[in-house]
């Protein structure tokens, strides 16, 4: 038998010890690996079908765009220490409303950042709000802009040609010019500040309508060099034959009165917008709670009538080919009414069941049989204060009007 001196069984330990060690340290060294790659494995079908070693960063998506958003709008005329009619506003008053948009989580957006988040190119903020200022008085330049400019919000001022240099409380083409190179954009309020659905005595109706509303836009590109592609009609007052002409004339967004919170998918052929006046502190509080309207009623019809500022679907003296159209108005110039006292009645079918929703301030009626083609009345009547108010308008259906398209979409 060999004898095998202990110097080398030694050596053979330390040698087979050497040998444990170093598989195990391989082991470690590719659980790592396994480790490593399981970490990482599963995300590379993901980002790209190349292996890992290849794999290259996919082209940036642009960003998503927010079809829950909302957005309403307001609508100003003119700034007065001491406001004395209804289109007058204290500044204070505005500058505090400026500030309550901002506690309120508002933000405010431009017109063509509006009109991009409607053509679903661009996202807009969950609450979103443009503002307005409507005819072109000097105290939107002198008053409102250094307020705006304070906040840092953009703004549109919507003009009529006629009013536009003739002094008093007007603004100049200069003014304008120095707001447009600011940034402030100007969009059209027609030529005369008449009433699109009638033409003056003695003047040829379609004439002078397309003077209202080609004229003016022209104008204003004329002089100051600008697109304009924004209509506020005066006194948020239209009818289809003033909608269809106005977007034939090149104008994306038309805007009536009628204060909602409007949805992406608003016809842009009436947007509404909140009238805030002095007189009416409810608009501006309606105006802000995004959260009490849900967004259910985009797109819905206005006027403003007998109640000045109240706005109605069907408006005043429309004609409408639905014949099963939903009635609505917004009640909040109405005042603090007692919901329980609110009435709507419609000719020839007394009160109706209509529902009253206190925090928007809409009462709505959709009829559930069709209405027979003629003229019918819509009376609403509350308690106020113990008092009793009463307000009325009228619309016709008939059936040759066409466009049941357009008068169904905001129901
Ligand atoms: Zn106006």
Redesign the pocket.
């Known amino acids: 038998m060999p004898v095998i001196c202990i110097c080398c069984r030694m050596l053979a330990l330390v040698l087979v010890f050497l040998l444990l060690v170093a598989g195990c340290k391989k082991a470690s060294t590719q659980e790592e690996q396994n480790e490593k790659s399981a970490v990482v494995a599963p995300i590379s079908p993901t980002v790209a079908p190349t292996p890992m070693h290849e794999a290259v960063a996919p082209p940036p998506l642009p960003p998503p765009i927010d079809r829950t958003a909302r957005v309403m709008v307001l609508c100003y005329h003119r700034f007065e220490d001491r406001p004395k009619d209804r289109l007058a506003i204290a500044p204070a008053e505005f500058k505090k409303q400026m500030q309550q948009l901002k506690d309120s989580g508002i933000e405010v957006i431009s017109m063509e950042n509006f009109l991009a988040w409607h053509r679903s190119e661009k996202s807009i903020p969950a609450k979103s709000a443009i503002i307005t200022i409507?005819?072109g008085y000097v105290s939107g330049y002198d008053v409102a802009w250094p307020i705006l400019k304070e906040f840092g919000y953009p703004f549109t001022m919507f003009v009529y040609t006629n009013y536009i240099n003739i002094g008093g409380k007007s603004i100049s083409w200069a003014q304008l010019g120095e707001m447009r190179d600011a940034g402030v954009n100007i969009e059209s309020?027609t030529v005369s500040?008449k009433d699109l659905r009638r033409a003056p005595k003695g003047q040829d109706y379609n004439t002078w309508l397309h003077n209202e509303l080609y004229g003016s836009k022209q104008i204003l590109e004329d002089k100051l060099g600008i697109k304009v592609v924004a209509l506020a009609f005066?006194y948020g007052t239209y009818n289809e034959n003033v909608r269809k002409t106005a977007t034939a004339a090149g104008y994306e967004a038309l805007f009536t009165v009628y204060g909602q919170h409007m949805g992406i998918d608003a016809p842009a052929d009436r947007l509404g917008r909140y009238a805030v006046e002095s007189i009416h502190p409810n608009v501006f509080k309606s105006a802000i709670e995004f959260d009490s309207s849900g967004g259910k009623a985009p797109g819905v019809e206005s006027v403003q009538l007998a109640a000045t500022s109240m706005v109605t679907e069907p408006m005043n003296e429309e004609r409408i080919s639905n014949t099963r159209p939903t009635v609505k108005a917004n009640v909040a110039s109405m005042g603090a009414i007692e919901p329980n006292s609110l009435e709507m009645r419609i000719s020839g079918y007394g009160v109706v069941p209509a529902t009253y929703d206190p925090q928007t301030k809409l009462i709505t009626y959709t009829f559930t049989q069709n209405l027979v083609p003629r003229n019918y009345t819509v009376i609403l009547s509350a308690k106020a204060n113990g008092k009793r108010l009463e307000t009325r308008w009228n619309f016709t259906v008939d059936l040759t009007t066409g466009d049941k398209q357009a008068d169904t979409q905001g129901s």
């Open positions: 409507d005819d309020h500040h005066p």
